[in-house]
């Protein structure tokens, strides 16, 4: 063979080599095509998964907010019914208090009539000086006697007060502090 035919030969071998490096170089380039698509299908999957996590995480944050908020809120409605059953207690007590003045003035009024018609049988006896000291006398206290029958109204809506303020005051206990959870 002559120098020109191996030339030629090794000339065809290295065409068919670069052939197939070629051929080999554009199934490698296809491949990595594929994988540069399945990566970047995978970080906008991974970019969708940490903006839900992102989002998740604000609206936990938001949530956790709002809930102290409310707990604020509530602790405040506490101390609000606890100030509003202090001031219910603190009525009941004044009522008490009315109520034993109210006995005091009965008894004023019971010793009060019971010194007019004394004072009254004075007059009646002493005839025509009944005008004087025990006649005007006898009219203040008979006047007086009168007002019993305003204090018993006070004593009567006294009483229906205290019963209103009483049954409010369970009802505000009951409704306010449920059972064995207070606030």
């Given at each position: 063979?002559?120098?020109?035919?191996?030339?030629?030969?090794?000339?065809n071998?290295?065409f068919?080599l670069?052939?197939g490096?070629?051929?080999?170089?554009?199934?490698?380039n296809?491949?990595?095509?594929?994988?540069?698509?399945?990566?970047k299908?995978?970080?906008?999957?991974?970019?969708k998964?940490?903006d839900?996590?992102?989002s998740?995480?604000?609206l936990s944050?938001?949530q956790?907010?709002?809930?102290?908020?409310?707990f604020?809120?509530v602790?405040?409605?506490?101390w609000?019914?606890?100030?509003?059953?202090?001031?219910?207690?603190d009525?009941?007590?004044s009522?008490d208090?009315?109520?034993?003045a109210?006995?005091?003035?009965?008894?004023?009024?019971?010793?009060?009539?019971?010194m007019?018609?004394?004072?009254?049988?004075q007059?009646?006896?002493?005839?025509?000086?009944?005008?004087?000291?025990?006649?005007?006398?006898?009219?203040?206290?008979n006047?007086?006697g009168?007002?019993?029958?305003?204090?018993s109204?006070v004593?009567?809506n006294?009483a229906?007060?205290r019963?209103?303020?009483?049954?409010f005051q369970?009802q505000?206990c009951?409704?306010v502090?449920?059972?064995g959870?207070?606030?």
């Amino acid at each position: 063979m002559s120098k020109m035919t191996k030339l030629k030969e090794r000339i065809n071998v290295a065409f068919e080599l670069i052939e197939g490096i070629t051929h080999k170089a554009n199934k490698l380039n296809d491949e990595v095509g594929l994988q540069a698509i399945a990566v970047k299908e995978s970080a906008l999957a991974t970019r969708k998964m940490i903006d839900t996590f992102k989002s998740t995480s604000d609206l936990s944050l938001q949530q956790l907010e709002e809930i102290g908020l409310l707990f604020e809120k509530v602790t405040h409605i506490e101390w609000t019914m606890k100030d509003t059953i202090q001031a219910v207690q603190d009525i009941s007590q004044s009522m008490d208090s009315i109520d034993s003045a109210i006995k005091v003035l009965r008894s004023i009024t019971t010793n009060t009539n019971l010194m007019s018609m004394k004072e009254a049988i004075q007059a009646t006896r002493a005839g025509a000086t009944a005008h004087g000291f025990d006649g005007t006398m006898a009219r203040l206290i008979n006047t007086l006697g009168e007002l019993h029958v305003g204090r018993s109204e006070v004593a009567f809506n006294m009483a229906a007060l205290r019963e209103l303020t009483s049954s409010f005051q369970s009802q505000l206990c009951r409704n306010v502090f449920f059972d064995g959870d207070k606030f």
